[in-house]
């Protein structure tokens, strides 16, 4: 069996840690590679994509616009971490921008391709979901666990920050 290109490179990723070597092989044939120069956005606020992505190597800072063609960070996502699976699972717009950190590479999957495999591969796809479920679940677990902090300092200062 040939080796897809992108094989080597998936398989060293936490994406593919509950796939056996044939899965993932199945997931490399679908997936392609995007490289970033600094500041080039992968994925703009409000804009609605229908792929997620893998950061191989690189940085991307997950930035919100603040007007007047700033922006801020909120957070910097770093390889092996995913990028964009919420709107690719809701297909909602996003509500932030994936912008490169210095030169940045990513593995990328479109929504298609994804749900072809389902006749034929439907544990691929099984596993993948709850890769990006637990990926979700972890995000939403820290912004609890700051929301928490943030309000304990709040009250502790009395209201004032």
């Given amino acids: 069996m040939e080796t ?7 398989r060293a990723s936490p994406l ?10 199945v997931l490399a044939d679908i997936a392609y590679e995007r490289r970033l120069g600094n ?21 991307l800072a997950v930035t919100k ?11 910097i996502l770093r390889p092996g971490d ?9 297909g909602r717009p996003h509500s932030a921008t994936l912008r490169a950190v210095g030169d940045t590479r990513v ?5 298609g391709e994804l ?12 596993r993948l979901m709850q890769t990006i479920v637990q990926a979700v ?6 912004m609890n666990t700051q929301y928490v902090e943030m309000a304990n300092y709040i009250t502790k200062q009395h209201g004032r920050y």
């Fill in 107 to 111: 593995v990328s999957f479109d929504r």
């Fill in 4 to 10: 897809p290109v992108l094989y080597d490179t998936l």
């Fill in 16 to 25: 593919t840690a509950n796939l056996d070597d044939e899965q993932c092989g």
């Fill in 65 to 75: 616009d603040t007007g007047g063609g700033e922006w801020t960070t909120l957070a």
């Fill in 115 to 126: 749900e072809a495999l389902l006749d034929g591969h439907p544990w691929v796809v099984y």
């Fill in 39 to 59: 500041d080039e956005v992968l994925i703009g606020e409000g804009l609605t994509d229908c792929c997620f992505h893998v950061i191989v190597e690189g940085m």
């Fill in 137 to 142: 679940h972890q995000i939403l677990r820290r």
């Fill in 82 to 90: 995913l990028a964009g699976e919420l709107g690719f699972v809701t």
